[in-house]
């Protein structure tokens, strides 16, 4: 069966990300497609162009699981105006895997989310849809860019906009990933 993994970089295992992350899931899941969500909280990545010894921070075992997928969506809370650097370094890190091992995420279906109190939106999503245009990734649109509002828990889950665009690029990235992999 065909797989989407979606990856928060929020260090809150149940903030507006996760939330957000999961719902995603949901409506992936709707349309027959299954979809696992993995959490980069608590984690201590290691950066990608520092392999010393190897890397042992239990994150090689998420990129196995990414290798495996038809899809992957990046969730990216901002603070302070960006996404959060442990996020970047793990996109770093499978990118780095994907070279190394047969460019696996080419062609693979996916695109960024993310989530904020107010700014840094724009510039956040752009840095992230860097990894997917660089790694030979599709990315399905949506009915607006794929960003959602919300500062304390749960809060984005009431941004209807944000929600609804949302929704419609888990549908594409379902419907897709279920067209290129007939």
Known sequence: ??????????????????????ECAGTIE??????EVLSLAGMELKDS????????DGFDEMIEKIRGAQGFIAGGPVYWGTVRAELMTALQRIAMASMQQGNFL???VGGPVVVARRGG????????????????MIVPGSTY???????????????????ETIRRFAENVA???KSVNK
């Open 49 to 56: 162009m520092n392999f010393q010894g190897g890397y042992n």
């Open 106 to 108: 080419s062609r693979m």
């Open 145 to 163: 860019w794929n960003i959602v509002f919300g500062q304390k828990p749960g809060e984005a889950l009431k941004d209807t906009e944000g929600m």
């Open 121 to 136: 939106v724009t510039s956040s999503i752009q840095e992230m849809m860097m990894f997917y245009l660089s790694n030979d």
């Open 30 to 35: 709707k349309n027959g497609v299954e979809a």
């Open 175 to 177: 419907f897709v990933v």
């Open 1 to 22: 069966m065909n797989k989407v993994i979606l990856l928060s970089g929020s260090p809150n295992k149940n903030g507006n990300t996760m939330q957000i992350l999961n």
